[in-house]
């Protein structure tokens, strides 16, 4: 089996640190990677780990997930509210997936009370700050070492 995970950040993540760290945190996207390698090292996972303001870009490497992934964190930032082609896609891979939001979405403001994503997420984390993504990654473990029994 594939122990490689897709990462994937949407729009305004690259900023993150300097982008509304009251709402944000003061981490970094790089610091939030390294995290994510860490724990994912531990669990003998290779991470493919990949930012974009291009809603595209994120389609075609969920595409690319597709044939080599065996599983997928993804906050897709202001694209969960707004995306059916991001749906679309994550709709056609067969491994589970993990939605992380930085923040508590459902906190904040009604529109971004709904998400696209969710109807295909295996689990959703919100308002865990950067660890959210650490927690993905021990939950994608589980699944799918439940998955091998
Ligand atoms: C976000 C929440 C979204 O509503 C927002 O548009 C983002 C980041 C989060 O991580 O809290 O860009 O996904």
Request: charged share 20%.
């Amino acid at each position: 089996m594939s122990r490689l995970l897709y990462i994937l950040n949407g729009p305004n993540l690259n900023l993150l640190g300097k982008r509304q760290p009251h709402i944000y945190g003061h981490e970094t996207l790089a610091d939030i990677e390294a995290n994510c390698r860490r724990v994912a090292t531990a669990h003998a996972f290779d991470v493919r780990f990949h930012q974009s303001n291009r809603e595209y870009e994120l389609i075609d490497w969920i595409h690319e997930a597709r044939e080599t992934a065996a599983g997928m964190v993804i906050n897709p930032a202001a694209f969960t509210h707004t995306s059916v082609a991001i749906l679309d896609a994550l709709s056609m891979c067969e491994f589970p997936i993990m939605e992380v939001h930085i923040s508590n979405i459902h906190k904040r403001e009604a529109f971004r009370h709904h998400s696209y994503v969710s109807a295909v997420a295996s689990g959703v984390i919100a308002g865990c700050g950067g660890q959210g993504y650490e927690l993905a990654i021990e939950r994608l473990a589980t699944l799918l070492a439940e998955a091998q029994k």
